[in-house]
C-alpha cells in the first residue's frame, strides 16, 4: 500500500477485486520507493510511493514533464494528492487513470522488483485489462523512470468530466511532441477510458512524424484517435459521446502540447 | 498474538496513544477509541471531506488513512482548532457568515480552509474553490463557504 486511497476503498467495499489480502504492507517508507530524482540528463526517476503534490510542488519537474503535472495535479481533491500516488494510479490500472496518459505520452519506463530481481515494462504495456497488469503475486513496482525530455519537447494531458474537478474521466488525452522548425519531429498520443486499457494509438505517431505542425494536421490526429478509440457505453458516457471526445480531446492537447513546445504556456482547464 | 496495535501520536499538540485494530481507519480511531467525534464520516470512500484531518502537515481524508499510520505523526482536528482565547478566525468567519446550516461539513471545511490559509494568506476565490472541492456540502452551495474563508484570510 502506498497513498491507499484506491486500495483501503476496495478492501471496504470490494475486497475480491484486491484478491482479499491477509497481509498489507505499508511501503511509504521504503526508500527506493519514496525516489524523486531529476537531472536534465538523466530524466526523473519516480518513487511508486510517491504522493502527487511532491511532484508538483517540484519546479525542474514541473518545467521538464508538463503532462505529468497535468494528471497529478488533476487527480482527485487536495485531500487526495496528498496521498495518492502515480505508481498507485498506475498499479490499479483502471482505464480512466488520469496518469497513465500523461506517462505513456512521457515515454516512460516501469521498474519492477520480484524475487528473480527486477524487470523494465513501457508504460504503454503494463496494464493488460480492467484492472489488470503485468505485476506477478510476488512484485512490486518499485519506480517509473521518465527520459530526460528532449528540446522543443511539450506534452499535455487533459479530460472531458462533467464537473470541474474530482471526478473520472469520460475520455482524457495525453499527448506529447517534439518540434523541428515547425515540423512534427515525432508525436505519441494516448486515451484514457475509451478502450480496455489506457491506449497508446501508434498510427497517429506514424501519420504525424515529419508533418508541418499545423491545423490540418491537428484534425488529421483527432480523426485518428476517434477511429482507434473502442469504447462502451456506461453511466458515464456512451460510445458515439467518448468518440467524438476523443477528437476534440486530441485536438486540443496535441495544440496545446505544440504551444509549450514553442515556449508558450496553456490555460489551465 | 495480539490482535491490536499500540499507536503513539501527537494529536492537537498532545501526546496520544490509542490501541487500533489493523485495518481501522484514522477517522473510526479518532471517533471511536480517542472519543474525538469532530470529525464526520460521510461517504467513508475519499470524495466527500467531511472526515478530512491535517496530517503531518497535510490534509488528508482520514477515512483513507489507517490508524495505524498515525504512529509518530502529527494529527490536527476540529478539536484543535480553536484556542483557550476563543474561536479561530476562520470559525469566526464561518459564524458571521452563515456558512453552515446542518454542519456535518463544517469541521471538514474548516480543516481544509486552514491549511490553505497558512500556506497562501491571500488566495483567489478561484483558488479557494479549487482546494475545497475534495469538500461536499449539500445545504449552503458553497457561496457563502466561499466568502467565509476570503472573510478569514483577510483578519488571519
Known sequence: MAGGTDLIVLLRVNPERVNSPELIVDIKEIPELNELSYSATGGLTLG????????????????????????????????????????????????????????????????????????EVAVENFCTGPSQNVLESNELLVSLHFPPSPDNFGARYIRFIPRNEMDIAVAGAGVSVVLDNGTLKSARVALASVAPTPLLVNKISEALAGQPA???????????????????????????????????????????????????????? | MPTKTHVQTRINGEDVDFLCEPRQSLLECLRDVVGLTGSKEGCNDGNCGACTVNHDGRIVDSCLVLGVEA?????????????????????????????????????????????????????????????????LCRCTGYDKIVRAVMDAAGKM
Request: aromatic content about 4%; glycine content about 10%.
Open chain 2, 71 to 135: 504512529e509518530g505523526k502529527e494529527i490536527l482536528t476540529i478539536e484543535g482548532v480553536a484556542s483557550p482565547e476563543g474561536l479561530h478566525p476562520i470559525q469566526q468567519a464561518f459564524l458571521e457568515n452563515a456558512a453552515l446550516q446542518c454542519g456535518i461539513c463544517t469541521p471538514g471545511f474548516i480543516v481544509a480552509s486552514k491549511a490553505l490559509l497558512e500556506a497562501e494568506p491571500n488566495p483567489s476565490e478561484q483558488r479557494i474553490r479549487l482546494w475545497l472541492a475534495g469538500n
Open chain 1, 48 to 119: 511508486a510511493a510517491v504522493p502527487c503534490y511532491k511532484i508538483y510542488q517540484n519546479p525542474e519537474v514541473a518545467k521538464a514533464y508538463p503532462g505529468l503535472i497535468d494528471a497529478a495535479s488533476l487527480i482527485g481533491g487536495i485531500q487526495i494528492q496528498g496521498r495518492a500516488s502515480i505508481g498507485g494510479n498506475l498499479c490499479n490500472s483502471t482505464p480512466s487513470a488520469d496518469s497513465i496518459p500523461a506517462m505513456i505520452a512521457h515515454n516512460v519506463m516501469c521498474k519492477i522488483a520480484g524475487p528473480n530481481g527486477t524487470r
Open chain 1, 214 to 269: 499545423n491545423e490540418a494536421t491537428v484534425q488529421e490526429a483527432g480523426k485518428l484517435a476517434k477511429e482507434a478509440a473502442s469504447p462502451i457505453t456506461d453511466m458515464r458516457g456512451t460510445v458515439e459521446y467518448r468518440k467524438h471526445l476523443c477528437d476534440v480531446l486530441t485536438r486540443r492537447a496535441l495544440a496545446a502540447a505544440i504551444t509549450r513546445a514553442k515556449g508558450g504556456t496553456v490555460d489551465a482547464d
